[in-house]
């Protein structure tokens, strides 16, 4: 029966923790039906399937069991919080980012270990600038994270902090609107823009993100007690998205700033219905500040007319404009003109990393951190090296815009063909590139070459596009 009995633990995953309680209960002596289901406050057919997996035997109104208790898992030291918190980087205006504080973090960490089993569980944050993850992992270093994010300093803040401390979190890239990582979460937490477009993009991508109908979706979201209209809208999208209010902690988050709702936000915990859909088209207007806010208007006609003239170049052929996009490989047979002038910063890296071997043309922000001075200028160019040739045209047509041309060129190599590929599975693209590029060696001695090689282990079984800029440098750099 033990065997049995874990396998049915096993299979609840996340949700076990109550009945874990119930072991200890009846390693105590018989129990009454009703007192169990009380006391794990689940339904009655959970608790009669957790008996029979235990073998239970009822004796009149009592039911018992031979089974041993469930030792209690071990309380972490959260100490190291504060100093993780104090080193994360400032939050950003455009991404709505406001930080929260060192007891939401606690708070945060031990809600969860006492809500869910964590040890083997897989927790998602779709966004985390409060830094969720390193503080769930400090409490229960069993638990395995992916933090998700668009923002490139907080990945490799949150990257090189885990490392530091042997937390089990692993960091990808992406911007919500164009795409998600494969992925597959028993948990999901995030802390989406509270616009009703935020909430949406970020509540569709979570669903994505989870394992199966049994994971649930953790947001924290706050509104002004004078505006509850605006309240409503937000709860109109999670019931239009599926979703279920299991729960609302009110005033459970509490933040450095948001004075507007009170510096505090609830937390929603919302469990997925079969009918939970997934996301359509997003626009780019998800926030409330910035290029990207809900209210920002289009470009100026004149940057418009040069970001296409320059992308010609001396060519007849009129470029094609497109949408920034880089979850997907880009096919394209003429020039290619984006306009990025919505760019948060990490879009033209990842736009010239999924790009097709044409002309391309981008036009950003005059002080975009890529343009606006020589060293991003150099690290820009040293990310594309092999794949384009750059230039930057900086004030063009005016102070406020710049427009960046990529050439392709020919270059060949190991390195050269992982940009060409960044959307094949990194450990695959980088054997084969070896192989071509090492006349007799076979598929064996070259994954081991792979494996010598590369930085983390566990990035070979992701795309180099979902990855960090940082980690994606650090894997060009090895391969070259």
Same mark, same amino acid.
């Given at each position: 029966?033990?065997?049995?009995?874990?396998?049915?633990?096993?299979?609840?995953?996340?949700?076990?923790?109550?009945?874990?309680?119930?072991?200890?209960?009846?390693?105590?002596?018989?129990?009454?039906?009703?007192?169990?289901?009380?006391t794990a406050a689940v339904p009655r057919r959970t608790v009669e /399937?957790?008996?029979?997996?235990?073998?239970?035997?009822?004796?009149?109104?009592?039911?018992?069991?031979?089974?041993?208790?469930?030792?209690?898992?071990?309380?972490?030291?959260?100490?190291?919080?504060?100093?993780?918190?104090?080193?994360?980087?400032?939050?950003?205006?455009?991404?709505?980012?406001?930080?929260?504080?060192?007891?939401?973090?606690?708070?945060?960490?031990?809600?969860? /270990?006492?809500?869910?089993?964590?040890?083997?569980?897989?927790?998602?944050?779709?966004?985390?600038?409060?830094?969720?993850?390193?503080?769930?992992?400090?409490?229960?270093? &069993?638990?395995?994270?992916?933090?998700?994010?668009?923002?490139?300093?907080?990945?490799?803040?949150?990257?090189?902090?885990?490392?530091?401390?042997?937390?089990?979190?692993?960091?990808?890239?992406?911007?919500?609107?164009?795409?998600?990582?494969?992925?597959?979460?028993?948990?999901?937490?995030?802390?989406?823009?509270?616009?009703?477009?935020?909430?949406?993009?970020?509540?569709?991508?979570?669903?994505?993100?989870?394992?199966?109908?049994?994971?649930?979706?953790?947001?924290?979201?706050?509104?002004?007690?004078?505006?509850?209209?605006?309240?409503?809208?937000?709860?109109?999208?999670?019931?239009?998205?599926?979703?279920?209010?299991?729960?609302?902690?009110?005033?459970?988050?509490?933040?450095?700033?948001?004075?507007?709702?009170g510096s505090a936000s609830d937390l929603y915990v919302l469990q997925?219905?079969?009918?939970?859909?997934?996301?359509?088209?997003?626009?780019?207007?998800?926030?409330?500040?910035?290029?990207?806010?809900?209210?920002?208007?289009?470009?100026?006609?004149?940057?418009?007319?040069?970001?296409?003239?320059?992308?010609?170049?001396?060519?007849?052929?009129?470029?094609?404009?497109?949408?920034?996009?880089?979850?997907?490989?880009?096919?394209?047979?003429?020039?290619?003109?984006?306009?990025?002038?919505? /760019?948060?910063?990490?879009?033209?890296?990842?736009?010239?990393?999924?790009?097709?071997?044409?002309?391309?043309?981008?036009?950003?922000?005059?002080?975009?951190?890529?343009?606006?001075?020589?060293?991003?200028?150099?690290?820009?160019?040293?990310?594309?090296?092999?794949?384009?040739?750059?230039?930057?045209?900086?004030?063009?047509?005016?102070?406020?815009?710049?427009?960046?041309?990529?050439?392709?060129? /020919?270059?060949?190599?190991?390195?050269?063909?992982?940009?060409?590929?960044?959307?094949?599975?990194?450990?695959?693209?980088?054997? &084969?590139?070896?192989?071509?590029?090492?006349?007799?060696?076979?598929?064996?001695?070259?994954?081991?070459?792979?494996?010598?090689?590369?930085?983390?282990?566990?990035?070979?079984?992701?795309?180099?596009?979902?990855?960090?800029?940082?980690?994606?440098?650090?894997?060009?750099?090895?391969?070259?």
């Amino acid at each position: 029966m033990a065997d049995t009995l874990q396998t049915y633990l096993a299979d609840r995953g996340v949700h076990s923790r109550p009945l874990r309680r119930l072991l200890t209960l009846l390693s105590d002596g018989p129990q009454p039906l009703d007192l169990l289901i009380r006391t794990a406050a689940v339904p009655r057919r959970t608790v009669e /399937d957790l008996l029979a997996a235990a073998g239970a035997q009822r004796d009149g109104e009592l039911w018992s069991a031979d089974v041993d208790p469930e030792q209690p898992l071990p309380e972490h030291d959260l100490s190291p919080l504060a100093g993780i918190l104090a080193g994360v980087p400032a939050p950003k205006r455009a991404l709505d980012h406001v930080q929260a504080d060192l007891d939401t973090m606690v708070r945060r960490a031990r809600w969860l /270990d006492e809500t869910y089993y964590l040890p083997g569980a897989h927790l998602v944050c779709v966004g985390d600038h409060d830094l969720t993850a390193l503080a769930a992992c400090t409490a229960r270093p &069993e638990l395995r994270a992916t933090v998700v994010d668009l923002d490139e300093s907080l990945l490799e803040y949150i990257d090189t902090t885990a490392r530091a401390r042997g937390l089990n979190i692993e960091c990808l890239h992406a911007d919500f609107r164009f795409g998600l990582p494969e992925l597959d979460a028993d948990l999901v937490f995030t802390d989406p823009p509270y616009t009703p477009e935020g909430m949406r993009l970020f509540l569709a991508r979570s669903i994505e993100a989870l394992r199966g109908p049994d994971g649930r979706v953790v947001v924290a979201y706050g509104y002004s007690t004078r505006n509850p209209a605006l309240g409503l809208k937000v709860q109109q999208e999670v019931v239009r998205l599926g979703l279920v209010f299991e729960a609302v902690l009110p005033g459970f988050n509490r933040y450095l700033g948001a004075q507007a709702v009170g510096s505090a936000s609830d937390l929603y915990v919302l469990q997925p219905t079969a009918r939970a859909p997934k996301l359509a088209d997003s626009g780019p207007g998800i926030y409330t500040h910035g290029p990207q806010s809900v209210e920002s208007g289009g470009t100026d006609p004149a940057a418009s007319a040069a970001l296409l003239r320059l992308t010609r170049g001396d060519g007849v052929e009129q470029p094609e404009a497109r949408r920034p996009a880089w979850a997907e490989p880009v096919r394209a047979t003429k020039p290619v003109a984006y306009d990025l002038m919505a /760019d948060p910063g990490p879009w033209l890296a990842r736009v010239l990393l999924a790009g097709p071997a044409v002309r391309v043309g981008a036009l950003v922000a005059n002080n975009h951190p890529d343009v606006a001075d020589q060293k991003g200028q150099v690290a820009l160019r040293e990310l594309v090296d092999g794949k384009y040739r750059l230039t930057f045209h900086r004030s063009t047509p005016d102070g406020k815009h710049a427009v960046v041309i990529a050439e392709p060129v /020919d270059g060949g190599g190991v390195r050269a063909e992982l940009l060409r590929r960044a959307h094949g599975k990194l450990g695959n693209v980088w054997r &084969e590139a070896l192989i071509r590029a090492n006349e007799g060696l076979t598929k064996r001695e070259a994954k081991e070459r792979v494996a010598e090689l590369a930085p983390h282990a566990e990035d070979l079984g992701h795309r180099l596009i979902d990855l960090p800029r940082h980690r994606v440098a650090a894997i060009l750099a090895a391969a070259g």
